[in-house]
């Protein structure tokens, strides 16, 4: 599968979870989608990161914060558990569920990710 393949399949399953965000009365918005290589140096150099092959350098890794009365909320609440369930359970990484470095915020491709796109459109018509 190519990278634009991928990227395809990747962005409509985040387009779907931030939908499946609002029908569960989670806001939310996207901090960084694709980094580049200068971008993703800082972050590791801050700490912020423990690698500098992130998916985010291939537009393969979103991180979404929570909103909540127009706040952005960064310490671990539910919310980002049952959005982290929601892409896991469609085949995707949690980076809630990193080893060496939990990032609640991080939501990522990987081969097995398979969102409900056809079921999810019916069921919304």
Same mark, same amino acid.
């Given at each position: 599968m190519t990278l634009r393949e &991928? /990227? +395809? *399949?990747?962005? %409509?399953? +985040?387009? $779907?979870? *931030? $939908? @499946?965000?609002?029908? &569960?009365? *989670? @806001? +939310?918005? *996207?901090?960084? $989608?694709? %980094?580049?290589?200068? %971008? /993703?140096? @800082? $972050?590791? /150099? &801050?700490?912020?990161?423990?690698t500098l092959k992130s998916k985010h350098l291939e537009g393969l890794a979103v991180d979404l914060y929570i909103l909540k009365d127009g706040k952005v909320i960064l310490n671990p609440i539910k919310e980002y558990y049952i959005l982290g369930e929601i892409w896991e359970s469609w085949g995707g990484v949690w980076g809630g569920h990193f080893e060496s470095f939990k990032d609640i915020y991080h939501f990522e491709y990987s081969e097995k990710l398979n969102p409900p796109v056809k079921n999810f459109i019916m069921s919304n018509l």
């Open positions: &991928k /990227q +395809v *399949i990747f962005h %409509r399953a +985040v387009a $779907l979870l *931030i $939908l @499946e965000a609002y029908k &569960k009365g *989670i @806001e +939310v918005f *996207i901090n960084e $989608l694709y %980094r580049d290589i200068t %971008r /993703q140096a @800082e $972050l590791f /150099q &801050k700490g912020l990161t423990k």
